[in-house]
């Protein structure tokens, strides 16, 4: 416990002579001949940016100790902003990966607005009328709306008159998840996509999110799918509007996300008359902890 960690080196004396080495108590806290208390040390190292972190631990049994226990922890709560729960079996590459930021965050969808070809990263499952169809800009409604995920491009997806749909997989595990990142943090998911269609023709406009487990068989979803539909007519026509939805608290076993949508008009009017939606997004957030209970600092060495 840190109170007895305190008392601990409350009682070491700190001679302003040089300290005798001692492999089994001191070794790595001793700098330039000073004695340095594992607490100011470890308050140090969480000012390490988290790359030489790593080397670090290198250092000596001391170090990696104090860093693999207490240190990346406090690190990551700090780069968050929040506070994580205690969990002693937490490898220490879990916080890493929230320090380094690279993956929680972005958008895991690819070619979310038809930037590149209609088929590239997707696959297409139904290819109903004239087929799917990029529009850059987007035809017969306004200027996609003001919208990060758009990266300042005005490409959007365009169904026809008969159904179209196609999906994307994302394996969670290939965007540097770890399986004990998702299994015992799960992380908050959120998706969203913005959709519309013509001031001339109503449409229907269809997505669908599953989350799966290791094999993407239908037995595999770990959740029940969650299924968004609209049908754009009369005023709701002519405009673009954003759906958003999130997943939470859905348990051990997530591996992949699978993310479909598609659509078709309601004329059945040849040519690209249906629904088009552009900024598909699936991004993995750190959940939201709240914790008061101070018993449960971590230990920052181990006792004998």
């Given at each position: 416990?840190m109170g007895q960690?305190?008392d601990k080196?409350?009682?070491m004396?700190?001679s302003?002579e040089?300290v005798?080495y001692n492999?089994a108590?001191n070794?790595?806290?001793?700098?330039?001949e000073?004695?340095?208390p594992?607490?100011l040390?470890?308050?140090?190292?969480?000012?390490v940016d988290?790359k030489?972190?790593c080397?670090?631990?290198l250092?000596?049994k001391?170090w990696?100790?104090?860093?693999?226990?207490y240190v990346?922890r406090?690190?990551a709560?700090?780069?968050?902003g929040?506070t994580?729960?205690?969990?002693?079996n937490?490898?220490w590459?879990m916080?890493?990966?929230i320090c380094?930021?690279?993956?929680?965050?972005?958008?895991?969808?690819k070619?979310?607005?038809?930037?590149?070809?209609?088929?590239?990263?997707?696959?297409?499952?139904n290819d109903?009328?004239?087929?799917?169809k990029?529009e850059?800009?987007?035809?017969?409604?306004p200027?996609?709306?003001?919208?990060?995920v758009f990266?300042?491009k005005?490409?959007?997806f365009?169904t026809s008159?008969g159904?179209c749909?196609?999906?994307?997989?994302?394996?969670?595990?290939?965007?540097?998840?770890?399986e004990?990142?998702?299994?015992n943090?799960?992380?908050?998911?959120?998706?969203?996509?913005?959709y519309?269609s013509?001031w001339?023709?109503?449409a229907l406009?269809?997505?669908?999110i599953?989350?799966?487990?290791?094999?993407?068989?239908?037995?595999d979803v770990?959740?029940?799918?969650?299924?968004?539909?609209?049908i754009?007519?009369?005023?709701e026509?002519?405009?673009?509007?954003?759906?958003?939805h999130?997943?939470?608290n859905?348990?051990?076993?997530?591996r992949?996300?699978?993310?479909s949508?598609?659509?078709?008009d309601?004329s059945?009017?040849s040519?690209?008359?249906g629904?088009k939606?552009?900024?598909?997004?699936?991004k993995?957030?750190?959940?939201?902890?709240?914790?008061?209970?101070?018993?449960?600092?971590?230990d920052?060495?181990?006792q004998d």
């Amino acid at each position: 416990a840190m109170g007895q960690i305190s008392d601990k080196l409350k009682s070491m004396a700190v001679s302003e002579e040089r300290v005798a080495y001692n492999e089994a108590n001191n070794n790595g806290l001793i700098i330039r001949e000073n004695y340095i208390p594992e607490e100011l040390l470890c308050e140090i190292l969480c000012y390490v940016d988290h790359k030489t972190l790593c080397n670090c631990q290198l250092v000596c049994k001391q170090w990696l100790e104090l860093i693999q226990g207490y240190v990346w922890r406090k690190k990551a709560e700090r780069t968050l902003g929040k506070t994580l729960p205690v969990d002693e079996n937490a490898p220490w590459t879990m916080y890493y990966f929230i320090c380094d930021k690279k993956a929680f965050g972005r958008n895991l969808i690819k070619n979310h607005s038809g930037k590149t070809r209609v088929n590239s990263d997707w696959t297409i499952l139904n290819d109903g009328g004239d087929g799917w169809k990029v529009e850059n800009p987007p035809v017969g409604v306004p200027a996609l709306p003001d919208d990060p995920v758009f990266e300042g491009k005005q490409s959007c997806f365009v169904t026809s008159y008969g159904r179209c749909w196609k999906q994307q997989t994302i394996d969670l595990l290939d965007e540097g998840f770890t399986e004990y990142l998702l299994d015992n943090l799960q992380p908050t998911i959120k998706v969203s996509e913005w959709y519309s269609s013509r001031w001339d023709c109503p449409a229907l406009y269809v997505c669908t999110i599953e989350l799966l487990k290791k094999s993407e068989g239908f037995n595999d979803v770990i959740l029940p799918s969650y299924n968004f539909s609209k049908i754009l007519e009369g005023e709701e026509q002519n405009q673009w509007f954003k759906f958003e939805h999130e997943f939470k608290n859905y348990g051990p076993g997530l591996r992949k996300i699978r993310f479909s949508h598609g659509g078709q008009d309601r004329s059945f009017w040849s040519g690209y008359y249906g629904s088009k939606m552009a900024g598909a997004c699936v991004k993995l957030e750190i959940p939201d902890f709240h914790h008061n209970d101070d018993s449960e600092e971590v230990d920052i060495a181990k006792q004998d």
